[in-house]
């Protein structure tokens, strides 16, 4: 019964906390920083660091990430003390509660305050086990990035060598905030309490632990399983919120499964943290302090506190009693009706959404003829190659600049000349290809290719210029394309935005766009300084946000790279306007199902 009373407070206090968080203090944060952000200038992709070099954009960043860190705390707090108040069988009052754990506050500070707040904002979201926080649920780090560490088997040992590492050092620190919270300890000594506990605890309260830590991941890993697309993230609740509710066929479906999933693991927390304090008091090791020793202080000020904010209430109960609640009701609906009348309109799309084989497809080796070829088969609207310059001028069709991981050769593309690249045998860069073999094709055998295709396929061209290189790549390039008048076939991006700049320059009737894989702010004002025609997300950057920014401007938004057809599904639901995928058949199949039930 003590467990199920713990639970029920804890579950009450979150539901309150969470709602603090993404109403008032998750768009405080965002204010803050997206109007630092807007007065040096929106960075996209590399230039995403320059933008905290300064010393005002390194303080600003060091204040949200301790702020962050200090609720983090004060959440987990309040949830410890909750759970070690109802084990005991004491009265539990919410407000007492939460003063006891603000004055708790305190353990931060001194020179455990930077690896405490590593600790609490991104360890623990790394991990999502054990601990879960309203502030950063979870960080997740992109999956181009675990893309490419899988293609190489040092890429896939270091993987490996990432968790190991990240859950090992979780497991050492488990009790980190068990003794800050509730023992008033500062962040090293916490750490030496924690081994101290796991060395003292015995063999049986090990495999209790763990069991528990390792069911929440297996229940994590099975959900996942089921559940494939992404999850709402704090940012989705923004003032558009009202918006994606009544347009957003997919922001319907992740916010239900938003609501059960935060109701599971605060209750899996809470049994985890119980079960804990249970493990640790029973074997003498924990000696919690619930009241400091300044405790009548801290009472005395909570009370003056609590009567300002009593006879504030009163007040305005009176005010409200005085002018009519029903006035005041009326008031808000007219306005939410002005809301939803003026704001809600949803942009529409500019074009059916396409299919774009990523580096051709996976099916052969990427960037190969034979992978182009196949994607216009398995039915891609486009297939998305990268071109390099080689080292006499010549466009070439490969992804690395380095020539190490495709054909084992230690130089770079543009050192060789067209000749030498022909002469070169890459492989696979994937798996599912394993064994497989290419020469490296030029954009001219690429684009003929194509034309003498049955398909109708078009192209989507990734121009990747060394330093120094980027106007002779777009010059060779644009040569190419009208030697065989292959522009309206055809779409350009780079990452380098004077690549693309000069491109549009020469071909303002192309469709040429913006790739990225992160920016510092918002695109909303900052993306009319750049002249596009689309943008290419990486898709960790996807978002309900996201999508309605780019429609609202007018610029349609494909994403990459997906291997899940249950993202695709998410993505078509939000609005994206195509996929780029090394899977272009399930794009396809999952892309009709779609437009068949969606005309």
């Known amino acids: 019964m003590r467990l199920i009373r713990g639970l029920g407070k804890v579950l009450w206090f979150e539901l309150l906390w969470k709602v603090l968080i993404l109403v008032l203090v998750n768009p405080l944060f965002q204010d803050v920083y997206q109007t630092y952000v807007a007065s040096v200038g929106v960075s996209f992709n590399s230039g995403i660091l320059?933008?905290?070099?300064?010393?005002?954009?390194?303080?600003?960043?060091?204040?949200?990430?301790?702020?962050?860190?200090?609720?983090?705390f004060f959440e987990l707090a309040v949830v410890l003390h909750i759970l070690e108040r109802c084990r005991r069988g004491e009265a539990v009052s919410l407000s007492r509660v939460m003063g006891r754990a603000a004055w708790g506050l305190g353990t931060l500070g001194g020179w455990g305050l930077?690896?405490?707040?590593?600790?609490?904002?991104?360890?623990?979201?790394?991990?999502?086990?054990?601990?879960?926080?309203?502030?950063?649920?979870?960080?997740?780090?992109?999956?181009?990035?675990?893309?490419?560490l899988q293609k190489s088997a040092i890429g896939q040992v270091g993987m490996v060598a990432i968790f190991v590492a990240l859950y090992g050092l979780f497991l050492l620190l488990l009790f980190v905030p068990v003794a800050m919270a509730l023992e008033g300890e500062r962040f090293f000594p916490a750490v030496r309490r924690s081994l101290r506990w796991w060395r003292r605890l015995?063999?049986?309260?090990?495999?209790?632990?763990?069991?528990?830590?390792?069911?929440?991941?297996?229940?994590?890993?099975?959900?996942?399983?089921?559940?494939?697309?992404?999850?709402?993230?704090?940012?989705?609740?923004?003032?558009?919120?009202?918006?994606?509710?009544?347009?957003?066929?997919?922001?319907?479906?992740?916010?239900?499964?938003?609501?059960?999933?935060a109701v599971l693991v605060t209750a899996a927390m809470a049994v985890f943290l119980y079960a804990t304090l249970s493990l640790l008091t029973a074997r003498g090791l924990l000696q919690p302090v619930l009241e400091p020793?300044?405790?009548?202080?801290?009472?005395?000020?909570?009370?003056?506190?609590?009567?300002?904010?009593?006879a504030f209430r009163e007040a305005w109960r009176r005010r409200m009693a005085k002018r009519g609640w029903r006035v005041a009701a009326v008031l808000i609906c007219l306005a939410l009706a002005g809301y939803l009348a003026a704001g809600c309109v949803r942009p529409p799309t500019l074009h059916t959404p396409v299919v774009i084989g990523h580096r051709g497809c996976i099916h052969a080796v990427g960037n190969s003829l034979e992978a182009v070829e196949l994607a216009g088969e398995l039915g891609a609207d486009y297939a998305e190659i990268d071109v390099q310059l080689s080292a006499d001028g010549v466009p070439v069709v490969i992804h690395d600049d380095s020539l190490w991981r495709l054909a084992g050769e230690m130089t770079g593309v543009g050192d060789l000349?067209?000749?030498?690249?022909?002469?070169?045998?890459?492989?696979?860069?994937?798996?599912?290809?394993?064994?497989?073999?290419?020469?490296?094709p030029s954009l001219e055998e690429v684009i003929r290719a194509v034309l003498d295709g049955e398909s109708g396929m078009g192209l989507l061209i990734e121009l990747k210029p060394a330093a120094g290189r980027g106007q002779a790549l777009v010059e060779a390039v644009t040569e190419l394309v009208e030697r065989y008048g292959f522009g309206d076939r055809a779409m350009f991006m780079s990452l380098d935005y004077p690549s693309v700049e000069a491109l549009h320059a020469a071909h303002p009737e192309w469709w040429v766009g913006y790739c990225v894989f992160g920016t510092t702010g918002d695109i909303d004002e900052s993306v009319w300084r750049?002249?596009?025609?689309?943008?290419?997300?990486?898709?960790?950057?996807?978002?309900?946000?996201?999508?309605?920014?780019?429609?609202?401007?007018g610029l349609p938004l494909y994403v990459?790279?997906?291997?899940?057809?249950?993202?695709?599904?998410?993505?078509?639901?939000?609005?994206?306007?195509g996929i780029i995928t090394d899977w272009p058949e399930e794009a396809r199949a999952v892309t009709d199902r779609y437009l068949a039930s969606h005309s």
Not at 123 to 141: A, R
Not at 203 to 223: D, N, P, S, V, Y
Not at 565 to 577: C, F
């Open 50 to 72: 320059s933008t905290f070099l300064s010393l005002k954009g390194a303080a600003l960043f060091a204040v949200l990430f301790l702020a962050a860190a200090g609720l983090i």
């Open 417 to 440: 000349t067209w000749a030498e690249l022909q002469a070169l045998t890459i492989r696979a860069d994937t798996t599912r290809g394993l064994g497989q073999t290419a020469s490296i």
């Open 560 to 577: 990459w790279s997906v291997y899940d057809t249950e993202k695709m599904l998410q993505y078509l639901e939000m609005g994206v306007s």
């Open 202 to 261: 015995g063999w049986r309260a090990w495999f209790a632990l763990t069991a528990m830590l390792g069911a929440w991941i297996w229940a994590a890993t099975e959900i996942a399983r089921y559940w494939r697309r992404n999850v709402l993230e704090n940012t989705d609740f923004d003032r558009y919120f009202l918006k994606y509710l009544l347009y957003s066929e997919a922001f319907r479906k992740d916010l239900l499964y938003w609501l059960v999933m």
């Open 293 to 310: 020793r300044w405790g009548e202080d801290a009472r005395t000020v909570l009370a003056i506190l609590s009567r300002h904010v009593q």
């Open 114 to 148: 930077i690896p405490a707040a590593l600790y609490y904002v991104l360890l623990l979201p790394l991990v999502q086990v054990g601990y879960s926080n309203s502030m950063v649920p979870s960080i997740t780090i992109p999956w181009f990035i675990f893309g490419e």
């Open 530 to 553: 750049y002249d596009i025609d689309f943008l290419a997300a990486e898709e960790s950057m996807i978002s309900n946000r996201l999508v309605m920014q780019t429609r609202e401007q």
